[in-house]
């Protein structure tokens, strides 16, 4: 059987006949007991039970997934990989992510296709240019790579933007983070999948939680459609669905669920080198390795947990493409879809305990969560393995909306919702 | 295009609405002896079910609060209901 992915391997499957790949990962009936269990099979969960074994040695684990893995927002986000925040402690948590990413497919042994191709953010007057300093030193300060740039810069990179003396959204420069990029979405969930699975780590698809075992005023395991499953902890990384389960476990979260829907057109030939977000329009697009231009914008405002999207938000954000990139105005769309986004006050992430001891949360990333995939993973091993806050997380704990620290990034660093 | 309909001008374009908050809140007094956890709780705390839901939403262009009972994982709407006079 072959095991291991590599150019000699797929070489030598090519000459089997491709006989020899072995399932990437096992379909276990779950047992009795885990030390931990992780509620969602998407890129966090998948994540933290990697990250549990990795970084803890703790591999008697198991994920539970009422679908199939990375079915949920890990499937249905535009894969945009980026850490252009305003805080410390956002680029603290964002780089992190993108740092792990820089090395995951040699780290998983599974291609994620991450390509640094940088994001412009365009600013559309004078006044804009001077916030998008401001930003840009925001970030250099934070450590993180950020430059900014003229009209002319940002027209070398993409041509084919609207650059009519009546375009509504002028281009008088922008911020560019050369090192952001995009990935293969299914790949980030399969890769740590595969990971996680090699460690005997327990990967159970197609069984619901449907509440969580309580003794002591402790979580003690969940109960599924399958049965009870004991755990020592358990950690949440549900996403749109955080409320539903947090009401299971018998408290709020300062959480509101909305759609966020994304587009692609036909293949064209490559004409898009970056990643390219209007603040004016709130449209961002890029164009896929397979040539498909990928569209997204900002969420329905109608609280939602229906996965599709509204028309007059994608009327919105084609007619801000159309803004940007006119000559996008023949290409058809091949499909639209939307996934279940978990927005909070401050557009930012909880990390942390929960009201409940021994349920560790993994929520609130809004719009944000594919990116901050390996990040979010990381932290909430390290919660459920050392039962406290790692330093990047601390800052993301629920405790915030009681104390008022909030990490403001709608107003930071101008998050569309 | 989804119609909602204000108790006043009656159905009209989703786009004409904005969603303000959950209904059934109560704002706890007197302010002085509210703890932290209750404010905050009153603040930022959500129910946001996944499924049937009572929300309080505006109808921006003729200014006025309304209820409206709908569906979260359907959009159906069930009805909606003027506030006036009476707590929601």
Request: charged share 20%; with cysteine.
């Given at each position: ?11 030598v499957?090519?000459?089997r ?13 779950p ?40 079915g ?11 850490s252009?925040?305003?805080y410390?402690?956002s ?12 090395g ?132 949440l ?5 955080s ?49 498909e ?25 084609l ?44 929520c ?40 008022g ?13 | ?11 009209r ?32 705390a959500?129910?946001?079910?996944g ?8 109808h ?16 159906e ?9 009476q707590?929601?």
């Open positions: 059987m072959t095991r291991r992915y590599s150019a000699f391997s797929l070489f499957e090519g000459l006949g491709q006989t020899g790949w072995a399932p990437a990962w096992r379909t276990p009936k047992k009795a007991q885990y030390d931990a269990v992780i509620v969602g099979g998407g890129g966090h969960g998948l994540a933290t039970a990697y990250y549990l074994a990795k970084n803890h040695g703790i591999r008697n684990v198991a994920v539970v997934e009422k679908g199939w893995l990375g949920g927002n890990t499937g249905r986000n535009t894969t945009t990989i980026r252009n925040y305003f410390p402690e680029v603290a948590l964002y780089d992190f992510a993108l740092r792990l990413y820089e995951l497919s040699r780290e998983l042994n599974y291609n994620v296709m991450f390509s640094q191709r940088g994001l412009v953010t365009v600013a559309h007057s004078e006044a804009e240019m001077e916030i998008a300093a401001r930003v840009v030193n925001a970030m250099q300060i934070n450590g993180t790579d950020a430059e900014l740039l003229g009209p002319e810069e940002v027209l070398k990179r993409e041509p084919l933007l609207n650059m009519s003396d009546r375009a509504r959204f002028p281009v008088f420069g922008g911020v560019w983070q050369g090192r952001a990029g995009v990935a293969r979405h299914d790949a980030v969930a399969w890769g740590y999948a595969r990971a996680a699975d090699r460690m005997g780590i327990d990967i159970i698809q197609d069984c619901e939680v449907e509440g969580f075992l309580v003794e002591d005023g402790r979580c003690a395991g969940v109960e599924t459609a399958g049965g009870t499953i004991r755990a020592g902890a358990v950690g990384a549900v996403a749109g669905h409320s539903v389960m947090a009401a299971k476990a018998g408290f709020g979260l300062p959480i509101q669920s909305y759609s966020l829907q994304a587009m692609v057109s036909e293949p064209v030939k490559p004409c898009m080198e970056t990643v390219v977000l209007y603040p004016g329009t709130g449209t961002y697009l890029f164009q896929s390795d397979k040539g231009i990928v569209v997204g914008g900002g969420i329905d405002r109608v609280p939602s947990y229906a996965q599709r999207g509204n028309p007059p938000a994608q009327r919105q954000v007619s801000g493409l159309l803004e940007m990139f006119p000559a996008f105005g023949q290409l058809k769309l091949m499909r639209q879809w939307a996934g279940n986004v978990d927005v909070t006050p401050d557009s930012s992430a909880v990390l942390g305990p929960s009201p409940l001891p021994g349920l560790y949360l993994n609130g990333w809004g719009t944000g969560g594919f990116k901050s995939i390996p990040a979010g993973g990381w932290l909430l091993a390290h919660l459920i393995a050392k039962g406290e806050h790692h330093e990047i997380s601390r800052p993301f704990d629920l405790s915030r909306f009681m104390t620290r909030l990490v403001d990034e709608a107003a930071g660093s101008g998050i569309a919702h | 295009m989804q119609l909602f309909s204000c108790p006043f001008c009656g159905p374009d989703e786009t004409e609405f904005h969603f303000a908050a959950e209904a059934g809140k109560t704002r706890p007094e007197p302010a002085g002896e509210v703890s932290p956890e209750a404010w905050s709780g009153y603040l930022y959500k129910s946001n079910p499924g049937p839901s009572r929300e309080i939403w505006q921006v262009t003729c200014g006025e609060f309304f209820l409206m009972e709908r569906d979260t994982l359907t959009h709407v069930a009805g909606s209901k003027a506030l006036r006079g707590r929601p």
